[in-house]
């Protein structure tokens, strides 16, 4: 596609139950960032992958959130046990190498209720 | 690990004001910056980018950055703003070559009165 594509644009889901958040980047761009952005705020930092590998996740806020890119393109962003304060935007962009600028996605607004 | 201070958190102006919106690094090492622009219920877009050379980069509508090396800033300077400027503004910057990712500061919501 053109540009990130990001799926679903919306999901409500109720407290404790599982959710994956999917993220299709530019063809071809090694980096792909996953950032949590709530109303008023900047993005806030989850993790960054170069290729498969998760580069940093040092911004993943605790063992419910993890996220996979298995070959390198399409990544997932799996919450567990959601909580109400999971609640927010989350962002996905990709970069041609990680050096360059990154295109975002549209988002997925999640809802925990 | 890097981080970005915006120092306006918010400003609102009348049509035809001058505006500088601040931006601060904290890793002094080679940077790559950015401004991005979030329009209301758009997605984030880049406004500006730095990587080398000339430190007075230029986009539309007039808007331009300064990166100043010595004081680890990237500021931006809209000459005469627009109530279509109306949005949120984030400075990022990529460190380490990469290696530390792209780093955001938490915004300038900017409004503009017609």
């Known amino acids: 596609g053109a540009g990130v594509s990001q799926t679903p644009s919306n999901k409500v889901t109720e407290k404790g139950k599982y959710v994956e958040l999917r993220c299709d980047p530019i063809s071809g761009h090694t980096a792909l960032y996953w950032y949590r952005q709530s109303l008023g705020q900047g993005p806030e930092f989850l993790i960054y992958f170069q290729g498969t590998g998760a580069a940093d996740d040092s911004g993943l806020p605790n063992d419910r959130f993890f996220a996979v890119r298995p070959e390198g393109s399409v990544s997932t962003l799996k919450i567990q046990r959601t909580e109400r304060g999971d609640s927010a935007v989350y962002l996905c962009?990709?970069?041609?190498?990680?050096?360059?600028?990154?295109?975002f996605g549209q988002g997925t607004r999640l809802t925990v209720v | 690990a890097q981080s970005v201070s915006q120092h306006n958190h918010h400003v609102i102006l009348s049509e035809a004001a001058s505006l500088e919106l601040g931006c601060n690094y904290s890793?002094?090492?080679?940077?790559?910056l950015f401004w991005y622009v979030q329009y209301p219920g758009q997605h984030l877009q880049l406004l500006l980018k730095?990587?080398?050379?000339?430190?007075l980069v230029k986009g539309i509508k007039g808007f331009e950055a300064e990166f100043i090396k010595s004081k680890l800033s990237f500021n931006l300077r809209i000459p005469s703003v627009q109530w279509s400027d109306t949005a949120e503004y984030f400075c990022?910057?990529?460190?380490?070559?990469?290696?530390?990712?792209?780093?955001f500061g938490k915004g300038t919501h900017l409004i503009i009165q017609p």
């Open positions: 990022a910057v990529i460190s380490g070559g990469g290696a530390d990712g792209l780093t």
């Open positions: 730095y990587f080398s050379g000339d430190p």
């Open positions: 962009a990709s970069s041609l190498n990680g050096i360059t600028e990154a295109f």
């Open positions: 890793y002094g090492g080679t940077v790559n």
